[in-house]
């Protein structure tokens, strides 16, 4: 993630927050301080209801952390670094460098997460009952703690992958059926479903009810659908292309066309070559790219009059690509932007053109011909 503030390092992991996480800090300090401890224990003056909102909320957040913690120490034994763990707006993230290669080592890994919360919730829950006397401040924190974890460990048990519930049921399946691709498959076409369900929940909270805070599950919903979908298509990008580079799929049969040729010049090359798309390359320099889509958006009675140069998309606007680029992560980057071509280029010099349209072709093809 992008804007995100890097705070310390433990255990050789990265720990940032993200700029959204500020907004669920200041909520959760504001509505602990504002509300639920002036509700639950009166008495105290308004530093204090503050100085307890934000603590409390500090020792949440550490919670999340530990708990992300807890996945990462586990990866780590199972021999999987973390590049990062990332604090934002719904929780934690915890980002392995891989998956798991196993099923068993999957489960482990996922289970340390929601445990860890069950640990810190049963630990101050004890505090709370064994040492502690209700209705202090001190007291009605360390309780919060406790039920905060807790509807951490049951929330993250949500079977919707890629939450730990849809994890741990992705590793059952792929135990059963030994194939991670089709597991995965399974686990986030249930997670889209119960995604849908909790988007749901969320618009009857708001129109039945008029309860606003529907529009919090909406989000959720929302988050662990496209999560869902883009770590599915994540793995059958890296399934298909792996340790493949930008040099092997790109066609380095290139058609230029001159900045300064007509677009009738153009629509002959068009028809001539057959392709989709030419770069716009007039001695050694790279101008951009120009496509059918752009001779289209011309009124034909124009195209004598109007140059190449007029209607292409400028180099700085054309996604450029360096041939050793990992494809998988190409591919990803191009479904993300929505991105049909890319150039490739070396030293400023042009060498290739990558189009998606040839990506996905090399994919059924993958496909058809199984993985192996
Ligand atoms: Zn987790």
Known sequence: MNNSLRIFTFKGIPVEIHISWLLIFSLLSISLAMGYFPETVEGYSNQVYWAAGIITTLVIFASVLTHEFGHSLVALKEGIPIKKITLFIFGGVAHMEHDPNHPSAELK???????????????????????????????????????????????????????????LFRSIVWYFNKNMLTATRIAAGFGSFLSFLIMALGFTMIFFQGNILGIWLIFIGWMIYQAGQSSYSQLVFKDTFAGMKVSELM???????????????????????????FPVVYGSTTHGLVSLQHVKEIPREKWAETRVSQVLTPLKETMVLKPDNDAAEVMMRMAAQNTGRALVMENGDLVGLLSRTDMMRFMQMHMALGSD
């Open 109 to 167: 890994i996922t289970a340390a997460g929601p445990l860890t919360s069950l640990l810190i919730a049963a630990a101050a829950g004890a505090v709370y009952y064994l040492l502690l006397t209700p209705g202090l401040l001190a007291s009605e924190a360390v309780l919060i703690v406790a039920r905060v974890n807790l509807v951490m460990a049951v929330f993250n048990l949500v079977p919707a992958f890629p939450l730990d519930g849809g994890r």
């Open 251 to 277: 066609s380095t049969d290139l058609q230029t066309i001159s900045p300064d040729a007509t677009l009738d010049e153009l629509a002959d090359h068009f028809l001539h070559y057959k392709y989709g798309a």
